[in-house]
């Protein structure tokens, strides 16, 4: 094999090569002889521009510049050109020259396949329609079959409407196939992205293109309309047969003139309702009826002096549906079969003007004229309104709930403002400091409690109590206040029928309970069986003798004293006998402090003598509710008295042991 040196490379056995690329042509021996090697690898130009269009042509040339006998004529037609006596008498016949190359955008360009259809939509929630057919035109773009679907516009659809599916390539099914014009025709049904549509006639020029490919197109469909939509378009046939009434002539004879009607309407039944006057006006001119309310001073509303405008009022409606919102429409004459007139309001008889009814009780002189004059009507007796007395409504009393005197809590019931209660003031100023004392012991289980006593005072100005408890030493009770003045009420007493504790039930004996707490009556003052005597008439027989009881062995015992009493210079045996029958009596008043007495009584002793004046001593003893009106304690005073008005206070402090 034979081999070509390449410049620069040594003509030595490996350094030379053979060019794969040279080769002899098809039925020609192959050369032993060196050719030109192959610089040139570029594929041949096959598309060409002429007049402005573009058109493709068959390579002659190869890669590498090689002629291709390819596209070249083979032996058969060249044997056959050979054969052909005129073609080599007359050489070689002109070929006709081949037709230009159009493309597809541009033999199809603006060229559209139009298709007129409609889509049934289902309408779930609407009780007039049940479905709604919707016209649409399917357009099919030949220059790179590609689809869109639009539908008119319909005015006052409330539909969004315009273009449905935007142009592009729409696919056939789930395997990749896109529609062609050869699937459309009509009287077909196409489905596109889940929605069919029923394509029922097409224009004059996609007819034409299709049957010049050769398909046969169906008939053509009539196209449905929405049922709706033309029951919307369906106008409504009425015949009205003008009416001979001259309203010209109405209202030049009845101008101004106005029937005036007195009327009430009763709206007790509501809450804070009332029979609320009004005024009727029924114009003759034009057969309208006007209300007007009537005000009164201070009655508490808005000055709007019309009630209902002035305009004609239906009396009875054609068909007149629930649903329909009268307050609301205008009311035509086509919706009202008869409307009020003047013969429609009598005096005496109720009338419902717009659902309120007015009772119609008087009228004036002009109107009872015109219905004597017009209809013959002569009875007008006007109607008495008798107002209905109101509703007596029980008073309800909520339960007392213990704060505060009871009737000053009840005045809240009464007034948004309370009032204090009234007092007695003459009752107060004839018992101003005349207050009953009254010893009163514990009831309670405690046997603690049982040794307690306390001083119950009762105010005879106002009726009110307080309890007080004397402070006794190494007890273990902290005495004082132990209820401040204020009214008792008894046990079982209601809101209603408040009973309180009075000097009447205050007896020897009797128990009182006092807010959960009895107390037992011990013992009393001797003013409380003096003011009883003195005022018997108001109180029971009993209460006076159980009091007089209490005392009578105290009388006998002072009285027996009475009579003992020895004259001044009495031993000092007599003066210890004084002061231990002094002592017995003190023990009925236990309040008493006699340490209290005694710091007092040395207080007033400046100068240490052991004697005091006796009117500083008596000042000192009352001060402290030391009984000096007793006997036997004035008789003590008078044992323990010296010359010059002076009083032993050491003496008299026996009777106090500390």
């Known amino acids: 094999m034979s081999s070509e040196p390449r410049p620069g490379l040594p003509f030595l056995p490996g350094c030379s090569f053979r060019d794969p ?68 008498t007359y050489g070689q016949a002109k070929k006709a020259p081949p037709s230009g190359f159009i493309p597809a955008h541009v033999a199809f360009d603006k060229k559209v396949l139009k298709f007129d259809a409609y889509f049934q939509e289902d309408v779930p929630l609407s009780t007039e329609e049940h479905y709604r057919i919707r016209q649409v035109g399917i357009y099919y773009y030949l220059e790179d079959d590609t689809i869109s679907v639009t539908e008119p516009v319909v005015k006052n659809s409330g539909i969004r409407q315009g273009k449905l599916i935007r142009r592009h390539r729409v696919p056939k099914n789930d395997h990749g196939d896109h529609y062609h014009w050869k699937d459309l025709n009509r009287g077909i049904n196409i489905t596109m992205y889940g929605r069919t549509y029923r394509i029922v006639d097409c224009d004059p020029f996609t007819q034409v293109f299709l049957e010049s490919r050769g398909i046969e197109l169906n008939p053509p469909e009539k196209m449905v309309f929405d049922p709706y939509i033309e029951l919307r378009q369906m106008p409504m046939r009425m015949y009205i ?38 005024i009727i006006h029924y114009y003759l001119a034009d057969d309208t009826v006007e209300v007007r309310e009537v005000h009164k001073p201070n009655d508490g509303r808005d000055p709007f002096p019309v009630f209902i405008k002035r ?176 009214r008792v009420a008894k046990p079982g ?80 045996q007599e003066l210890d006998e004084l002061i231990a029958r002094v002592q017995e009596e003190l023990k009925l008043h236990n309040y008493l402090n006699y340490s209290n007495i005694r710091e007092a009584l040395l207080r007033s002793d400046k100068d240490e003598s052991g004697f005091l004046n006796r009117a500083k001593f008596l000042s000192v003893c009352d001060s402290l509710n030391v009984p000096t009106s007793a006997v036997l304690v004035n008789k003590l005073i008078d044992l323990c008295s010296c010359g010059d008005d002076k009083i032993n206070y050491r003496d008299f402090l026996r009777a106090f042991p500390s």
């Open 241 to 278: 047969t003008p009416s001979d009434f001259d309203q010209l002539k109405q209202f030049l004879t009845y101008d101004k003139q106005v029937l005036r009607f007195y009327a009430m309407w009763d709206d007790t039944n509501s809450m804070f309702g009332e029979n609320r006057p009004y």
């Open 311 to 486: 305009q004609r009022l239906p009396k009875t409606f054609v068909d007149k549906k629930k649903t329909f919102p009268s307050c609301v429409l205008e009311i035509s004459d086509q919706e009202v079969l008869e409307w009020y007139t003047a013969k429609d309001f009598a005096v005496g008889k109720p009338t419902t003007l717009l659902g309120r009814t007015f009772f119609i009780y008087d009228c004036d002189e002009f109107t009872r004229n015109f219905y004597r004059d017009k209809f013959g009507i002569t009875d007008f007796q006007p109607v008495e309104i008798k107002k209905k007395p109101p509703e007596e409504i029980p008073q309800v009393i909520p339960p007392y709930n213990g704060y505060g005197f009871l009737e000053d809590s009840l005045q809240n019931c009464y007034s948004l403002f309370p009032k204090r209660p009234r007092k007695d003031v003459i009752k107060m100023l004839e018992n101003d400091h005349k207050v009953l004392r009254y010893q009163v012991a514990l009831e309670s289980p405690n046997p603690v409690d049982t040794k307690r006593r306390f001083i119950l005072s009762y105010f005879l100005s106002n009726d009110m109590i307080s309890i007080y408890e004397p402070p006794v030493r190494n007890s273990g009770i902290i005495g004082g206040k132990y209820l401040g003045k204020t």
């Open 21 to 88: 690329m040279v080769s002899a042509a098809p039925g020609q021996p192959s050369s032993r002889e060196p050719s030109a090697s192959k610089t040139s690898f570029h594929r041949s130009q096959t598309l060409g521009y002429k007049n402005g269009f573009a058109f493709s042509r068959l390579p002659t040339v190869g890669i590498g510049g090689e002629r291709l006998y390819v596209n070249q004529p083979s032996q058969a037609e060249l044997d056959e050109l050979s054969n052909t006596g005129p073609t080599l």
């Open 493 to 572: 007493s209601t809101t209603e029928n408040a009973e309180y504790y009075g000097p009447s039930d205050l007896t020897i004996g009797s128990t009182i309970e006092v807010f959960g707490h009895r107390f037992i009556i011990t013992d009393a003052d001797e003013y409380v069986l003096n003011y009883m005597e003195s005022n018997a008439e108001s109180f029971p027989a009993t209460t006076l003798q159980s009091m007089r009881d209490h005392f009578h062995p105290r009388q006998v015992v002072e009285e027996t004293a009475k009579s003992d009493v020895p004259a001044p210079g009495t031993s000092k």
